[in-house]
């Protein structure tokens, strides 16, 4: 399987704003998302995960197949560290969370209540969620805030693991991540401003 996006236009709050976007992932890649703040990669993101209908083109990748980490960590707050990677598995019908423990560094935190965790180790338990999906392309949103430098690259070796295992990775960062990835600026897909060609009539 490859992610292959053909001329894909997509909108946020009715608004294009991103047209005409084009690329192909192979399988053990990862590609850079690029660009200023506002330019539209969380929507490229929502829309390439399925979170959000695209106003023309196509997708080859199913949304089964995309694992989508966002902003927010999507923990349960009362469930321990152990209990969310716990949760999240058998949402995903997979099982065993050990690997995701030692691959972010929670293993010390299993049994703490995700609720008394620091912003950086939610951030953590957060990411870890990607490693029991069973899914191989992940997307990903700014995925380092709240991160500390040995949070980063501990992120980075899962990034790299994911990748040898024959995984994709799509990830909108800023970050240097010491991967090996091409980069994509998704300024040149801007979508161009929306023309009123009827704009004089409405005051005749």
Not at 137 to 147: K, Y
Request: glycine fraction near 10%.
């Amino acid at each position: 399987m490859e992610l292959t996006v053909s001329d894909l236009s997509c909108a946020r709050g009715g608004i294009a704003v991103l047209e005409g976007v084009g690329f192909t992932l192979h399988p053990g890649n990862a590609l850079l998302l690029r660009g200023p703040n506002g330019i539209g990669k969380t929507t490229l993101l929502r829309t390439l995960a399925g979170l959000q209908p695209a106003l023309a083109g196509r997708v080859s990748a199913p949304p089964e197949a995309i694992a989508y980490a966002a902003h927010a960590d999507g923990l349960k707050a009362t469930l321990s560290v152990a209990e969310n990677l716990t949760f999240w598995a058998r949402i995903f019908g997979t099982s065993g969370i050990d690997a995701a423990l030692t691959a972010f560094n929670l293993c010390d935190l299993a049994d703490r209540q995700a609720q008394n965790l620091s912003a950086g180790q939610k951030r953590r338990l957060g990411l870890a969620r990607l490693l029991v999906t069973g899914r191989p392309i992940w997307m990903l949103d700014e995925p380092t805030v709240s991160l500390d430098a040995a949070s980063v690259t501990l992120f980075g070796q899962a990034i790299r693991a994911h990748l040898d295992s024959g995984g994709m990775a799509l990830i909108a960062t800023h970050i240097d991540l010491g991967l090996d990835a091409d980069k994509l600026d998704v300024t040149q897909f801007r979508a161009l401003p929306q023309r009123l060609d009827a704009f004089d009539e409405a005051f005749a």
